[in-house]
């Protein structure tokens, strides 16, 4: 017996609901602690580690060839401008903005996943809601999958309810958006892409999950 996924109809951008809820700049215009920003940087492997963020907003921004992993519960996260990064983030009890980024790979759990001109990006992620794909060519998407000790913790904190996973039904506004659900394969060479910084914060990626295996609504057809 086959699995297929359904997934929900173009909208015009005018009729977006996720964009009558939130403002696109709205991540973007914060006061953020100095400790939470990581901005500028090529070619590095970055880790904040537990209690380095301590449920504050996280900026991203203009960073190029780098593995950044954010281990530690956040409140919302912009990432902007960031080009060929393999990026972790720990649950967010809010939103994930990511936009104008290009060859990004991001493993997320948040409330939201909001993208918004992005091009040849991957996304591994657990969302309250049905990520919202705007201006954005060559999508990937996909579940999260990665384990480390402290992540049920980082759930709780972020009052992030496992069994609420939105993931697969992503919505899609514009005519000209491209998105599709990610391969095994691809899965594979993210982790590859992933090796530095999975070594440096103790992550694993075993069969065993945390979260449960979630297709969002889903039918069965014929054996």
Known sequence: MGVCYTEKKSKPAEQSAASKVLNPNANFNKTYNPNSIIENKSNSTIVKKISEINGDAIRLQNNKSCVIMIMDFSSSVSIQECNDCSIFIAPCSGSIIIRKCQNVNLISASSQLRITDVVN???????????AVESSKGINIGMFFVQYMELPEMF?????????????????????????????????????????????????????QFIPFEYGKSIDVHN
């Open 156 to 208: 709780r904190k972020a009052k992030l309810n496992i069994w609420t996973n939105e993931w697969s039904q992503f919505e899609k506004f514009g005519n000209e958006v491209d998105v599709k659900y990610c391969s095994d394969h691809l899965k594979q060479d993210i982790i590859t892409k992933f090796s530095a910084g999975f070594n440096d914060s103790y992550v694993s990626c075993d069969q065993y």
């Open 121 to 131: 990006s991957s996304f591994f992620s657990f969302s309250s809601t049905p990520p």
